[in-house]
Structures are given as C-alpha cells and as structure tokens.
C-alpha cells in the first residue's frame, strides 16, 4: 500500500517539473542561441579556482583593513628629467666678454661683458629655435645644460669665448593636468625634474575639503589607480612623481556595490562616503524581501591579496599570482551577524549576491500552477532536509 506521504511527494517532484518546464520564455532560450546551424560557438572549460570565507568579526576586520593598508597604486618610476620638446618656449641669453671691452651706450662707458636676451621663444614642431647670428638650432630632446653647450659650441665659431643661459618659460611639451576639488584646476607645467604629486596639488592652492574625505585618482598610459587622498600625505611612498601625461583627479570617494539574487533589486549602489559596511549596504536595499532570500546564503565577491587571505586560514598554495579571487559567505541565522556586517568594509568593485530559498522557488512554481492549493512547504523543508 502506497503511503499518502509518498503520494503527496511524487505529485509535488511532478509539478516542480512540469511547472519549470512549462514556464513562458520572454526569448530564444539558451539551446536555440548555442546550437543554431548559424552559431559558431567558442566554449571554454571555465574551472577558476576560488577561496569561499566564512566571515566572523575577526575576519570582517582583516578584510576591512586590506581595503586601506594594501591599496594599489602606481610604482614610483623616478625623476624623468626636464627635455625640450616642441612647444616648449625658451628665452636665450647670450653673455660674451673680452679685455677691450665693448661700448655702453647707456654708460657712455667701455664694459668688459656684452649681454644679449633674445625674446622669448616657441621651439617649432621640427624642434628648433631661431639664434642669431647661426641661424635655426635643434632643441628637441635636449636638457637644458646639454643645449646650452651645444649652442656655446656653435656661438664659438662667430663670438669669442661665448657663454649661454637657456632658460625654460614654459614647458608645454610636458604637462599633467589637475582636475577635481582642488582650488585651481588645469594643466601644469612639469618644469622642474623633482616634481611629485604632493608638489603639483600644493602648486593648485591645495585641496576643497578635508583629506579625509577625499581621494586621489591618477590616470596614467591608459590606466588609472586610486587611493585615499589622508593616504598620499601619509605615506610617503605613495607621493611618486609625475610624468609628463598624467591626469589626477581629487574627488569625493565613490565605490560601488553591485547587488544580484533574491534582495528584490538587482541594481549597482553607490556611496560617496569614505567607510562604508555591509550593514549599510544591506540597509540601502531594504534586506530580503519577504521569504525569498536564504539566511545562510549572503556572498560578497572580492578580488583579495593572497597573503591577506592566508592569514585567514586559508591554504593559497593552489593560486597562482599575487590575488586570490575569494567569496565570503555571510550567515544570517546566528544572532551577532550584525556585528560582523558592522564591521566589514565594503570596496569598490565588489559584489554582493544574495542567494535563493529553495523553498521559495519550489513555492512560487507550485503557486503559478495552481493558486488554489497551497504548497506542503513543511514537508518540502522535511524532504530537501531544510528544517532549522
């Protein structure tokens, strides 16, 4: 004899199925994309390995402090040097002496030096400068003291005992450009070889605001990095100098969150507040909605260095490069987990996933075929071995 348990469960496993494969499609469904004669599909064995973190409060506080202490930013590559390029004005001063002397007009007097300032000029795009009496020199690529010998050099042949004194006006052809909450924004001019970013936002009159609530972001040869800005006046190692090409931007922080699963919303929250915890987040999409979310299933996706998750007991000897891509897992069921979201930092670019209550999914698809009869959830949970 068939008992009614038994009875009850095969008709629920039956509608489950028939339910989940009776359900509308809004489009092509995946067969008809993949195995079209018209696809020419390139599959890939996908088989990255992960580290999954159950997050405790000692946990949230190394994951939180990894967001400050290890941030990524640019190495300092050292002084360039100031070269001449095309663009770049220079003034020209010509200095020649000899024993006789030469006529002071104005001192109706003999002088023993001869002083001639050429005006100011534009190095052209062949990178050469117009110097009487020899005619157009090259500059480009020069420093300032090679092309001063170099002209000393060529002045030789017309003047005796000639000296010269370049002097850079304005550095065109070098420049990074200041943008952001800084009291004066533009293009700088790189005319000095030790200049750092601390320099170049001291030459712009300083910041808008507290550093603390700020951050710093340089773009650099189709690259950007950014790290708090009370971080770059602290460290000191972090105050790198800058290239010619440089953008930096001084702006409020912003990270965003993406958010996906059962919260109800699927959107990318953003926060312009320097800290931010997961309780914060949690509380900007309102938690679950309704029974639709799993308490033990909360997972916040975060690239994470590998000597930091080392140090959270995790064995990294099967990754490979400096990060490791680690999940942690959040659960809802223990009482205190307020205190450990409390205190876990959430970065720019993480992601957070809220999983699916099975019992809910199971529900909805029983509900859909018919609303008249209410789904055995208790005996669902019993049977899927989902009872607390």
């Known amino acids: 004899m068939i008992s009614n348990n038994n009875v009850l469960r095969a008709a629920t496993t039956g509608l489950v199925v028939f339910g989940l494969t009776a359900c509308a499609s809004s489009g092509p469904r995946t067969a008809n994309i993949v195995n079209s004669p018209n696809a020419t599909v390139v599959a890939r064995q996908v088989a990255e390995r992960y580290a999954v973190i159950e997050v405790d409060r000692a946990v949230a506080q190394q994951a939180s402090r990894a967001l400050v202490e290890t941030p990524s930013f ?17 003034q020209i001063t010509i200095v020649n002496t000899r024993t006789d002397g030469f006529v002071d007009f104005g001192g109706s007097a003999l002088s023993p030096i001869s002083t001639t300032t050429l005006p100011a000029q534009t190095v052209s795009e062949a990178g050469t400068v ?135 919303v699927n959107t990318t929250l953003t926060f312009n507040e320097p800290q931010v915890t997961l309780t914060d987040a949690l ?45 942690f897992r959040f659960d809802f069921r223990e009482p205190t987990i307020l205190f450990v979201t ?7 670019g993480d992601v957070l996933y809220l999983a699916d209550n099975i019992n809910q999914e199971i529900a909805s698809v029983l509900a859909a075929i018919n609303p008249f009869v209410p789904p055995p959830r208790r005996l669902i949970d019993k049977e899927l071995g989902l009872t607390d």
């Open 74 to 90: 640019f190495p300092d590559t050292g002084p360039t040097g100031v070269v001449i390029g095309p663009g770049d004005v220079l």
């Open 130 to 264: 117009s110097v009487p009496p020899v005619g157009r020199v090259n500059a480009r690529g020069q420093s300032i003291p090679a092309f001063e010998n170099a002209l000393r050099e060529r002045l030789s042949e017309v003047l005796v005992s000639p000296e010269v004194i370049v002097q850079m006006v304005d550095r065109r052809s070098a420049r990074t450009t200041l943008l952001g909450q800084v009291r004066q924004t533009g293009s700088i001019p790189l005319n000095e070889v030790d200049t750092r970013l601390v320099d170049l936002i001291a030459a712009a009159g300083g910041t808008q605001g507290r550093p603390e609530d700020l951050r710093v972001s340089l773009s650099r040869r189709g690259q950007t990095r950014t790290i708090p800005l009370d971080t770059l006046f602290a460290q000191p190692r972090f105050n790198i100098h800058a290239l010619p090409g440089d953008v930096i931007s001084i702006e409020p922080p912003e990270k965003r969150l993406a958010v996906v699963g059962a919260g109800g």
């Open 283 to 327: 509380g900007r999409i309102g938690g679950f909605r309704g029974a639709s979310g799993d308490r033990r299933g909360i997972f916040l996706y975060r690239e994470m260095p590998r000597d930091v998750v080392a140090a959270m007991g995790t064995d990294v000897s099967n990754f490979a490069g400096p990060m490791v891509p680690t999940i």
């Open 342 to 348: 409390q205190n876990f930092g959430v970065g720019d």
